[in-house]
């Protein structure tokens, strides 16, 4: 801490000038007659957009959060859309933005502006150098133990991210996917005639603490804990936002070593399962899409009314996913069966849009995207109420697949893709760099259920007494090779949940 008194208020007052001439070096080599007011114009505009989601909900805007904005659509936008969103972007943006394309240059010839960048640039070093030699004991415990700071400087961090962005994102040449896999092939363990049927659900932001089956005092799973679930309680996300995690989580790579460009140019676990010509896949989305994950298989977006047939009030349920998936089975009849429901689930902030009326169980609730005006009771009672329709979502799935169980060794797997904060310490949503995330953004609700032929093949009696093992979504990738019984180089049995001797 640097309360203001003696030399930590020179410090303090150093920062400000430090910033100043900063900004001004960094503007300065990007200013000509025809690039400032632009410049000056789209920053001032992006930056009244980034303080009010940095101040509202304590989010970093780093090169993972940009990725997940540009990949949003226009009605998680419309989600994030408040009043005083409006009055930060026409106070912070347009007003001064309008201030700045009003000012008349002053014309100077090429050695006079020269001459005049010059002198600005080292002021600005000067300034600088001077402050940080003045309170040199001071800056260098305040970079030391202070980093994480850096990601509030606006709009410093943000115009690194972007950059960070771009070069993660695009690459030199065409994209070529590297095909992994090819060796893969269903080898069944035991005499079993049965075809398999999987539905893989991809929770959102659903953390593990807000679960009943985890031992949360309201009672959020009471149609799962009639079940004989494989509840999975020390389960960690690959990243703390759904442009990160969903990819990561069906890769090959593990969370060290994943990375978004090894991620659109590497074959991915369906893209393996796809390989062995006998698994039929399917994957629906009622959230955002899937992130890459389902290009090369059957994909069908289910946020739309035609699609979907259960949309109320202009929110598509996850529930409608399941309906007209008996016609994709009778069409895969042989052929053993994946299906990847990605759901809506906890899709913040409007927690209160993601549950009907029925589910209203804890009150009183947020009505409202402004979850910072809300107290965090009320904030918590709506994220509770959503958790609570992904129980009866995931109940649904089960009984779904029990009509299944006589034809088709059935199984349900559900991960989320990332937790949520909800108000503790100031933070909200998601989307923190990992190493400085909160444990509610990355300990993530998982679970698995397991049909009566599953059980034969996977002794249920065997993954209930290990269940409480540490996992993580590294593990996705082997166990689904693992439940399909699917034989390859890339298969790691220790990685497997579903293998008995994986610890």
């Known amino acids: 801490m640097y309360p203001l008194n003696g030399e930590n208020f020179g410090f303090l007052i150093s920062i400000v000038f430090v910033l100043i001439a900063f900004f001004s070096f960094l503007f300065t080599l990007v200013s000509s007659k025809y690039t400032l007011k632009p410049v000056m114009i789209v920053v001032l505009l992006v930056s009244s957009l980034t303080s009010y989601f940095m101040n509202s909900y304590s989010v970093v805007i780093d090169d993972s959060m940009i990725r997940n904005m540009m990949q949003t659509n226009l009605s998680e936008s419309l989600d994030l859309l408040t009043l005083k969103q409006v009055i930060y972007f026409v106070v912070f943006g347009l007003i001064p933005s309008y201030i700045v394309y009003k000012i ?117 799973n009471p149609l799962l804990a009639q079940e004989n679930i494989i509840n999975l309680p020390n389960v960690s996300s690959c990243g703390t936002s759904t442009a990160e995690s969903v990819p990561c989580m069906f890769a ?135 958790i609570l329709y992904t129980d009866y979502f995931l109940k649904q799935t089960i009984d779904f697949l029990k009509s299944y169980d006589s034809k088709y060794d059935t199984a349900m797997i559900y991960m989320a893709d990332h937790g949520e904060s909800l108000g503790e310490n100031g933070v909200y949503l998601h989307g923190l760099p990992y190493f400085m995330a909160p444990d509610a953004q990355t300990h993530i609700g998982a679970l698995i259920w397991l049909g009566e032929g599953m059980k034969k093949i996977f002794n249920e009696k065997e993954l209930q007494l290990r269940s409480d093992i540490a996992y993580s979504h590294d593990n996705l990738f082997y166990t689904l090779l693992g439940i399909f019984e699917v034989k390859t180089k890339l298969y790691n049995p220790k990685m497997d949940i579903l293998n008995n001797d994986s610890q």
């Open 104 to 220: 008349k240059l002053q014309e100077r010839t090429l050695k006079q502006e020269l001459l005049s960048k010059l002198k600005l640039i080292v002021i600005a070093l000067v300034v600088i150098a001077s402050s940080v030699f003045l309170f040199s004991k001071f800056y260098t415990s305040f970079v030391r133990e202070h980093k994480p700071l850096r990601y509030s400087v606006n709009p410093a961090y943000w115009i690194y991210s972007t950059g960070k962005y771009i070069n993660r994102t695009f690459n030199n040449g065409p994209l070529v996917v590297q095909k992994i896999g090819e060796d893969a092939k269903v080898v069944k363990k035991i005499d079993d005639n049965k075809s398999k049927l999987v539905i893989m659900v991809v929770g959102e932001a659903a953390r593990a603490d807000r679960f009943s089956l985890n031992g949360y005092k309201r009672q959020t």
């Open 252 to 386: 090959l790579y593990d969370r060290d070593d994943y990375s978004y460009k090894k991620g659109i140019s590497t074959e991915n676990v369906l893209d393996v399962l796809k390989h062995t010509d006998d698994i039929a896949i399917l994957w629906r989305d009622n959230n955002s899409d899937s992130k890459g994950v389902a290009l090369r298989v059957d994909y069908k977006n289910f946020q739309t009314p035609a699609t979907n047939s259960i949309c109320i009030e202009g929110e598509c349920r996850d529930i409608g996913m399941l309906k007209g998936l008996d016609t994709f089975i009778a069409k895969h009849k042989g052929k053993d069966i994946l299906i990847v429901l990605h759901q809506m689930g906890n899709h913040g902030p409007a927690y209160y849009k993601r549950y009907t009326k029925e589910f209203e169980k804890f009150t009183p609730t947020c009505k409202t995207n402004q979850i910072e005006k809300c107290t965090q009771e009320e904030v918590s009672n709506a994220y509770d109420n959503a």
